[in-house]
């Protein structure tokens, strides 16, 4: 199975919002409700930032939000802030116990 | 609180073997499904392998099926890779990872253990 396609990079000023896309196909992101958000900063493990069911874990803020279309989930984030700035996976179940995550999108804040 | 806790990383020459372990804590292991993701040097995620709560199922990324093995030991609260001839495509961080519950997303993550396989 292929990674999931996410932007290389996105970036945007303090304040504005910012959507990662994440595009899969028929037999990950198109047949499954779950995807999951994890959020690097550099040198540092992921973190879960958005469930399956678009439940944000205590401490993320709810200006993160996810949502999903078709093969195509996406992550919004608003209100950007400094400490936002990391790389973003998106993650898909794929059937059978094993699961697909994307490429990563690096978030710059400007 | 949830610890995870991965060690036994390091270099290893091109077809030679590395276990990797990871201790689990602050949680009832034997209750949760585990996983291993490793993440290649400036590179992506890749989840590569899962075991369920009592070891009865287990898979793995065609990549490394064949070659890597899961298991657990839920009376030592502890999480194991066997990696057998290791390429160097393998060198990657590698994270323990716990499965949420009745679900499909993972709920937390180790800190990581690096392996380096020179040719």
């Known amino acids: 199975q292929s990674a999931l396609t996410q932007p290389r990079s996105v970036s945007g000023f303090p304040g504005q919002s910012v959507t990662i896309s994440c595009t899969g196909s028929?037999?990950?992101?198109?047949?499954?409700?779950?995807v999951s958000w994890y959020r690097q900063h550099p040198d540092k493990a992921p973190k879960l930032i958005i469930d399956?069911?678009?439940n944000r874990p205590s401490g993320v803020p709810d200006r993160f939000s996810a949502s999903k279309s078709g093969t195509t989930a996406s992550l919004t984030i608003s209100g950007l802030q400094a400490e936002d700035e990391a790389d973003y996976y998106c993650?898909?179940?794929?059937?059978?116990?094993?699961?697909?995550f994307g490429g990563g999108t690096k978030l710059t804040v400007l | 609180e949830v610890q995870l806790v991965e060690s036994g990383g390091g270099l290893v020459q091109r077809g030679g073997s590395l276990r990797l372990s990871c201790a689990a804590s602050?949680?009832?292991?034997?209750?949760?499904?585990m996983n291993w993701v490793r993440q290649a040097p400036a590179k992506g995620l890749e989840w590569i392998s899962f075991?369920?709560?009592?070891?009865?199922?287990?898979y793995y990324t065609d990549p490394v099926k064949g070659r890597f093995t899961i298991s657990r030991d839920n009376a030592k609260n502890s999480l194991y890779l066997q990696m057998d001839d290791l390429r160097s495509e393998d060198t990657a961080v590698y994270y323990c990872?716990?499965?949420?519950?009745?679900?499909?997303?993972?709920?937390?993550w180790g800190q990581g253990t690096l392996v380096t396989v020179s040719s």
């Open positions: 990872v716990r499965g949420a519950r009745n679900t499909n997303y993972f709920d937390s």
């Open positions: 602050g949680f009832t292991f034997n209750d949760y499904r």
């Open positions: 075991i369920s709560a009592a070891s009865s199922l287990m």
């Open positions: 028929n037999t990950d992101v198109g047949d499954f409700r779950y």
């Open positions: 399956d069911v678009n």
């Open positions: 993650c898909s179940y794929g059937g059978s116990y094993t699961w697909i």
